[in-house]
């Protein structure tokens, strides 16, 4: 076969499988076995495909089709201007999740307009997973003590490997969120962002195929999927200098109650603020 067969081929099998996005995954897992992109392919469609990488290229073909997510596949994620590790044990991190980091920047800024470069400043962002918040707030504010804050020992890995890969300085520390006690030592924050589970138990089994391949931990947030944001509340907003910022990221149908945990611990002046769907996404609240 030619390296253009070996594309049409693994991309028909995609579409076979109701894949939403089959050109799109078959050319990053092309990229990722013969080492070129969709202008590569172009130029050299007619030269024969080496029979193992097919091999290789096929089998994880086939691991798509199955519903695998593509993120572990690759094994590593674009997020902001970072490429991540990603893998089984952690979530894979989301585009939504960058409305996350850009808002929780940018009400920071706006209470405080000194932060500049974050010198002074601490931040600290739970449940951090492959660490994608912690190390989005390190870009926007290199001077800042930055932790991010994971319990669970696979996601834990993918967080010191994405520290080290984009050499931003986060301290990763092992807590559990929900524990009262986690929170010791954290006082004084001047910003607190979260992407914490908040699916409802129930309703995991009905999410896509590919979700389904996730962590179970990433993604329960108990019986109405505001176990988290209870425990973000009680726990950690106490932490908050005055002045400070709350940011988290919330499902769809969850702005209100959220909004109503937080006003009821103290925050005001709460925002929300829609994705690109037009889905109510990031909650944002002060310490005042």
């Not at 202008?39 to 089998?59: D, M, T, W, Y």
């Not at 962002?125 to 918040?133: E, I, N, Q, Y």
């Not at 910022?245 to 925002?271: K, Y």
């Amino acid at each position: 076969m030619t390296l253009e067969q070996t594309y049409r081929e693994g991309r028909r099998r995609l579409e076979k499988a109701g894949i939403d996005s089959p050109a799109f995954d078959a050319v990053c897992l092309f990229e990722r076995h013969f080492g070129m992109d969709r202008q590569g392919l172009i130029l050299h469609r007619n030269e024969p495909a080496e029979e193992e990488l097919s091999r290789r290229f096929f089998a994880d073909i086939d691991e798509r089709a199955q519903g695998r997510p593509l993120q572990y596949l690759l094994g590593v994620w674009p997020f902001l201007d970072m490429e991540l590790a990603v893998g089984e044990g952690v979530l894979a991190p989301r585009e939504e999740t960058e409305l996350l980091v850009r808002e929780g920047a940018a009400r920071l800024r706006r209470e405080q307009p000194q932060a500049g470069d974050g010198a002074g400043l601490c931040i600290a962002d739970l449940c951090s997973g492959s660490g994608a918040v912690a190390l989005g707030l390190a870009g926007e504010f290199p001077a800042a003590f930055v932790r991010a804050v994971e319990w669970f020992p696979a996601a834990f890995g993918f967080l010191t490997e994405n520290i080290r890969r984009t050499g931003r300085a986060v301290e990763p520390v092992r807590l559990d969120v929900l524990r009262p006690e986690s929170a010791q030592g954290f006082e004084g924050l001047h910003l607190l962002a979260a992407n914490p589970p908040y699916v409802a138990c129930g309703d995991i089994p009905s999410l896509q195929r590919e979700i389904q391949y996730e962590p179970r931990a990433a993604l329960d947030g108990g019986g109405d999927g505001l176990v988290f944001y209870r425990a973000i509340a009680a726990h950690w907003v106490p932490c908050l200098a005055l002045g400070g910022v709350c940011a988290v990221e919330i499902g769809e149908d969850q702005a209100q109650a959220v909004s109503e945990l937080f006003r009821q611990a103290g925050l005001s002046r709460v925002e929300v603020t829609k994705d690109f769907n037009g889905f109510d996404r990031v909650v944002t609240a002060v310490k005042s």
